[in-house]
Structures are given as C-alpha cells and as structure tokens.
C-alpha cells in the first residue's frame, strides 16, 4: 500500500503544519484502516472487537486446541502446567470449544 508524493502533497494543500489528526484521517480515506493512537509508555489497550477477533484466530488454530486438549489431558492425570486455578482453565477450555 503506499500513496504518491502528489497524493499527500494534495491532502495537506495551504497546510504550514501536518497534524497528527491529519495523518490518521488520510490513512483511514486512503488505505481502509481504523487507526487507534496511544502512548509509547501506555499499556496497550485492545477494543472489544479486536479481543474478539483475536481469540477466535487463536482458537482456530489446531496447533492451539491441541495444546489445551494437551493440558486437559494433564490436568485430569495431575498435572497442571496451564494454572492453578480449575475454574480459570474450565472458562478457557469452554471458550476454545465454542469457538469451533
């Protein structure tokens, strides 16, 4: 994806200065993206939408569920490597499940 010099040059016509406003609205126009912006020194924080997206990517891989098939299969034998807490490892399991 790019854009050309006379693009960008058009988009900022009669501008002494580029805000940063600016530069987000003409990736948005031009390249289709929503851009969030946020400190280098900030936690990141992910939308509600892109958790979403994200767990089901993950729970779509087979290589993932059979990690957690793994782990079930260790924790019923004793072992527990994922985390201590039954609830916590049920909610993530039921989470992968739902997602097939």
Do not use: C, H, W
Not at 9 to 30: A, P, R, T, Y
Not at 49 to 57: A, L, P
């Amino acid at each position: 994806m790019s854009i050309s010099k006379e693009q960008l040059e058009q988009s900022f016509q009669g501008k002494s200065f580029v805000e940063l406003k600016d530069l987000v609205q003409l990736i948005e126009e031009n390249f289709g993206f929503n851009v969030t912006l946020q400190r280098k020194d900030e936690k990141p924080v992910f939308t509600d939408e892109q958790k979403k997206r994200m767990t089901s990517v993950i729970f779509k891989d087979k290589a993932v569920l059979s990690q957690l098939q793994q782990a079930q299969k260790d924790r019923k034998d004793g072992i527990s490597t994922y985390s201590d807490s039954e609830e916590e490892f049920a909610q993530l399991l039921g989470e992968a499940l739902n997602e097939n």
